[in-house]
């Protein structure tokens, strides 16, 4: 199908479709088990109807203060680094050190983790040297994880998740209060 030379001409003449801000249907919507489904345009009652994760009782973590996020991140810190005894010593392991045995998706799993024990840092107003100084211990953890003996000891002693919400702590223990 040709287009009309007044459509190739005139770009910015008012057409049928809305701009791309607008939506359109464009036919029937068909689900998965071939039934078609009601235009919402013809629906305005849920023009609000939304999702608000954030403040709604459906997320459990939505409207924790700012003790009880660091508490649940010292409390992930420790299940990673801290968890478990090696019997008969004072050797403590955690879950990072079990996953860590799995070679490499096991340290991209810890990893992945520990990155997001940074970026919870950062929604608690972390500034960026701080960050910056738990990037570079996920870091050293992750890589020297990959090797794969003494990565693994590694992991055991370092303890970067520990590190880094000591260093968080400590951070917010010297900012005022408001």
């Known amino acids: 199908?040709?287009?009309?030379?007044?459509?190739?001409?005139?770009?910015?003449?008012?057409?049928?479709?809305?701009?791309?801000?607008?939506?359109?249907?464009?036919?029937?919507?068909?689900d998965q088990d071939g039934r078609e489904l009601p235009d919402p345009a013809?629906?305005?009652?849920?023009?609000?109807?939304?999702f608000d994760f954030r403040n709604s009782t459906a997320n459990p973590f939505g409207?924790?203060?700012r003790e009880q996020r660091l508490a649940r991140l010292e409390a992930i810190a420790k299940l990673l680094d801290?968890?478990?005894?090696?019997?008969?010593?004072?050797?403590?392991?955690?879950?990072?050190?079990?996953?860590?045995?799995?070679?490499v998706v096991g340290d991209i799993i810890t990893t992945a983790i520990s990155l997001w024990l940074?970026?919870?840092?950062?929604?608690?107003?972390?500034?960026?040297?701080?960050?910056?100084r738990m990037l570079g211990n996920v870091a050293l953890d992750g890589v020297v994880g990959l090797v794969p003996v003494a990565g693994d000891a590694f992991d055991v002693m370092f303890r970067a998740n520990i590190r880094n919400v000591r260093l968080l702590r400590?951070?917010?223990?010297?900012?005022?209060?408001?």
């Open 1 to 30: 199908m040709a287009m009309p030379e007044d459509d190739i001409f005139t770009p910015h003449r008012n057409r049928s479709r809305p701009p791309f801000g607008g939506v359109q249907a464009r036919g029937k919507v068909i």
């Open 42 to 50: 013809r629906h305005p009652q849920f023009e609000a109807f939304q």
């Open 63 to 65: 409207n924790l203060t």
């Open 82 to 103: 801290v968890a478990f005894i090696v019997p008969g010593t004072n050797v403590r392991y955690g879950i990072d050190g079990l996953i860590g045995l799995i070679p």
């Open 118 to 132: 940074v970026r919870e840092a950062r929604l608690l107003g972390a500034p960026w040297h701080i960050t910056a």
């Open 170 to 178: 400590r951070w917010l223990e010297r900012q005022p209060r408001l």
